[in-house]
């Protein structure tokens, strides 16, 4: 099962590129330079994956990538949905620090005004300065008016939509009324009236989203080719699977899992394509490829969401089945393969990145990003030791080691209401993966501690307006 559009992408041209790449003196100039590529997915669920256990999703690509790079079994995202996870990403801040987090709303819509604020340095902001050529292909969903768009916040260029792919709607009936009435319902492109950009410029509305999983991975495959002889960063983020889900014709039907199988193995294939593009350059062993998901699955929308595997929740919950994600690191002759049980998280690519690509990380910020190379490239055990849950500028929880404290609670699986606890739940989520005991009166001293790092942790934190809440002026 494939795609026929690289067949545009002859061998010979790629043969081209890397020979004028050498003869300007890139290659033997930066060899010690990684190229640095992160594929990010949009809900995808910590069980959608073969490697992580779904029985049914066909993923041998992303199941080769884990047992020739590793595996992290207890990788977080720093916010449960969308646009404060994608700013911890490119940030390596927590979204209360830089205002991408909300009480009054949960994400960035095509009527807000603000985005991520361009004194945040980014990741292609700082590899940028350590020499790389930077792009970026997918969802940004940090801004979509001009000061926010990626071409603004370090990245060289810029192809996708600028938020979530059900954003726009015009028209159509509710999904999820579809969903429970045939599971193997299939939108239609013409209700969601969402822009597909090229840098600054809105070049197909709406935006033909049968192919944009298709379209992604070509464009991601033309920057590593055009960018062969010389360091550079890749941000590849899929609008899929968030709803609506949508395939290319060559991967409907053919999945046990439905539509939702469908489009998770499109995914897979679009992995396959990017590492054996890298390994047809010869580029393999000099690049870093990440892979992970900006959150849990979307629950609520049953058949056509994903799977937290044993995890419990989903999506708009700081349950580990919204903010554990399944993530991958692949680096063939460089990476230890194997599986990692250590604690790591987005918010730590920006320390790790830096430190692989000779970078210098921001000074003049509180930064909450760890360099996870020593666990990447030895045997040294994470410095992350704990892990804080935000959502809607709210502290829910917060980890250290195997213990984890719920402060409040949103029970719901779909952005539900909170659930203000009478007294905090402790859980042993190593143990206890699916937090289900409640082992808070027998162990009232590691309630305390966490109750302590939890005070130490919000006494730091200093809050950035608001800028979510901002509508578009009249």
Known sequence: MGWNFRMWSAAWLQMVCLSIAVCSGWVQGQDTKPNIIVIFCDDLGWGDLGCFGNPVIRTPNLDRMASEGQKWTQFYVAAPVCTPSRAALMTGRYPIRNGMTSAKRAVLFPDSAGGLPSDEITLAEMLKDAGYATGMVGKWHLGHLPQYLPTAQG??????????????????????????????????????????????????RPADQNTLTRRYTEEAVGFIEQNAGRPFFLYLAHSMPHIPLFASKQ???????????????????????????????????????????????????????????????????????????????????????????????????????????????????KLDSYDLSGVLFGDQESPRQEMFYWTNAQLHAVRRGPWKLHLRLREAVNYGKEVELAKPELYHVEQDISEKYNLADKRPQSVENLLKLADEHLLDIDPHDDMLAIPIPK
């Open 155 to 204: 990245f060289d260029s810029y192809f996708g939509i600028p938020y979530s792919n059900d954003m726009d709607k015009t028209g159509g009936p509710g999904y999820l009324a579809e969903v429970r009435k045939d599971p193997s319902y299939y939108p239609q492109i013409e209700h969601y009236q969402v822009p597909l950009m090229r840098n600054t410029q809105i070049i197909e």
């Open 251 to 365: 991967f409907r039907g053919k999945s046990l899992r439905g539509l939702y199988g469908d489009v998770v193995e499109e995914l897979d294939t679009s992995v396959g394509v990017v590492l054996d593009t890298l390994r047809e350059l010869k580029l393999d062993r000099k690049t870093l490829v990440v892979f992970s998901s900006d959150n849990g699955p979307w629950l609520s929308f049953e058949t056509h969401g994903g799977s937290a595997g044993p995890l419990r929740a989903g999506k708009g919950t700081t349950f580990e089945g919204g903010m554990r994600v399944p993530t991958l690191f692949w680096w063939p002759g460089k990476i230890q393969p194997g599986t990692k049980k250590d604690l790591g998280s987005t918010l730590d690519l920006m320390a790790t990145f830096t430190a692989i690509a000779g970078g210098e990380l921001p000074e003049n910020r």
